[in-house]
């Protein structure tokens, strides 16, 4: 399987099961779709063709996203109670034995899909969610790709962060950036988010740790933007001054 990030569709498996859906949960009588539910967030997908990637970057598409094939998503769902049979047929299978990926994280796939249209979500659809997650599989850092499955940490906080700030006719876009500790975004924390000067995708919380520097953390972070035990990230380069290591620009995330 591909993955090219930590949080949720940032990799093949949560695209396959979007990809799925209608369909795969044999729901009949869903009428045509002029746009389907994994069109919501295609935009992730950084391996599709270089030319679906520069597309999903103008601002033409951008807008017809926004405007038109999320409305659209949002409103088929709530209508004739789609998507609560959506969650119904989801939970039915939700013991089966032997699904990869396991028919839970399914269902925790179909809720973020229900949230990023925006959709009507049942209260008791939206604790299910909640007590799906320990349940789930989560890699703190590297998982070798045959075993990946399930939750990256940063997806994992990504997706309670959802689920707690969540309301109907809101949109929660998870491409939007979020921080890797709380899953937040701007809108959750009043204030926009500090994006590691290295490698441009992980956001942390800022923390000044002064003039000095534990020598492993040093070390660490000296070959760059680094995730040691999926809990850590240390932003570099620091600036040299006059010979001293500045330490001011050190940006910590702790998971």
Known sequence: MGRWGWRLFEGDQDLDIACALPKSLSIKNTGKWLHSLSEMIHQTDKLAPQGAREIYKTQEYVDELANEIVPWVRTKLNTDNLGDRLFAASRARESEQDAFPPNEYKIIVLG???MRAGAKIKNEDLQHLRELVPRIHCSAGYALPIGDEGFRAPGRAQFLAALDHYQEGVPRNFQ??????????????????????RCKGACCVNVIIGRTIDLAVFLLGAAGCLMFDGSVMIEFPVRPVGGIMNTEDVDIGVQ
């Open 112 to 114: 973020a899909l229900m």
């Open 176 to 197: 939007e950036p979020s921080y890797f500790h709380c899953g937040q975004v701007k809108g959750d924390v009043g204030h926009g988010l500090l994006v590691c000067g």
